[in-house]
């Protein structure tokens, strides 16, 4: 009789003859070897352990047999019992179709549900596209109406630029036109004052005297109102400088 080693998992273990292996109650999946195999072998797959997988049945005192002819009468109930089938057919197969029934009107709702949800989502993107539009419509007006404002503005500035140089040439030809008259209102002066200065006759020391003072007050004042409107000349010219048309 051939002895066997076992493999628990982790180890083998043995040998051991067919009473101690029936005692260890081995599984078929058990790991088993002897001398004369070449590999390891599941015990089911040795002959020789077949028998420890025998089975042995139940003594025949614990069955109760039914007679043939109660058999018989109740299959024909099974039969003839209402509720064995539904709607004219048989109860599986009754659920099997409600199932599939069930499932292709989960199915339709869902699809439903989905092509609904879809429409919104649609519906929904169109007006926000069409937000999005007008909005940057909008935006383009304002920036039109902003490039116009500053346009305008530039415009109005520019005139406004315009008049005052107008302005500041025409008062440039006034007061050149002024110094021009001073500048010959001086001369004259200076040429009275040269011949009071020379002319001697009826007239006195303090009449001489008091024609000379006169007219080099004249000169002096006549000399303040040209440089004054020189400097307001040179304000003139600074201010048009300044403008760049």
């Known amino acids: 009789m051939n002895s066997y080693f076992i493999h628990n998992g982790t180890e083998s273990i043995g040998p051991f003859d067919l009473v101690q292996l029936k005692a260890k109650a081995i599984l078929k999946t058990t790991p088993v070897w002897c001398e004369g195999m070449l590999d390891w072998k599941y015990a089911a797959d040795v002959p020789q352990l077949q028998s420890l997988f025998t089975a042995i049945p139940p003594s025949i005192d614990s069955f109760h047999q039914v007679p043939k002819k109660q058999l018989e009468i109740n299959n024909e109930l099974e039969e003839d019992n209402p509720k064995s089938k539904i709607l004219g057919i048989e109860k599986s197969l009754f659920y099997i179709l409600s199932s599939l029934l069930v499932l292709v009107i ?138 760049k048309l």
């Open 106 to 243: 989960a199915t339709f709702i869902f699809s439903f549900f989905q092509d609904s949800r879809s429409a919104e989502l649609q519906q929904k993107n169109s007006v926000t596209e069409k937000d999005n539009i007008q909005f940057q419509l909008q935006e383009k007006r304002i920036e039109e109406q902003k490039t116009l404002l500053i346009e305008q503005e530039k415009l109005e500035a520019e005139r406004a630029l315009r008049e005052k140089k107008l302005i500041l040439n025409n008062s440039l030809i006034g007061i050149q036109e002024n110094v021009f008259i001073k500048v010959s209102e001086l001369d004259a002066a200076k040429s009275r004052l040269m011949k009071a200065q020379d002319f001697k006759f009826l007239r006195s020391a303090s009449e001489k005297e008091s024609e000379i003072t006169s007219i080099q007050n004249e000169i002096e004042r006549i000399d303040k109102e040209i440089i004054q409107l020189k400097t307001e000349l040179d304000h003139i010219y600074l201010e048009l400088e300044k403008i």
